[in-house]
């Protein structure tokens, strides 16, 4: 998985990523979600734009991050919710060796990725 560069700060070891499949960090003051879907590690902010609760508590399904407050799915590379306008911060994700590192600053989505 090919990202941005960016201001990389190591958020979590790879290895607790793999085991947990999802979790909570907090990266520069900010609560970020790490996600594994297949191989990819993914990070959106914890605290969903919805009702404000925690994506790190929800599930992974079919590849899209599931909201266990109100069902909502989104997608884990762009934040983007199906059928909804609004989007749920992404940050840039970088795996080096045993690391796992993000970018704490919220991606821009792009013409790639339009909302």
Known sequence: MEQQTGEWVRAAALAEVRRRRRLAVTVEGRRIALFLVG????????VCVHKQRSLS????????????????VFDPETGEIEGRDECQPSHAVRVDGGDVYVDPRPRILSEEHPS
Do not use: T
């Open 39 to 46: 191989d990819d590690v993914y990070a959106l902010d914890d």
């Open 57 to 72: 508590k929800g599930a992974v399904l079919n590849g899209r991050v599931i909201c266990p407050g109100h069902q909502w």
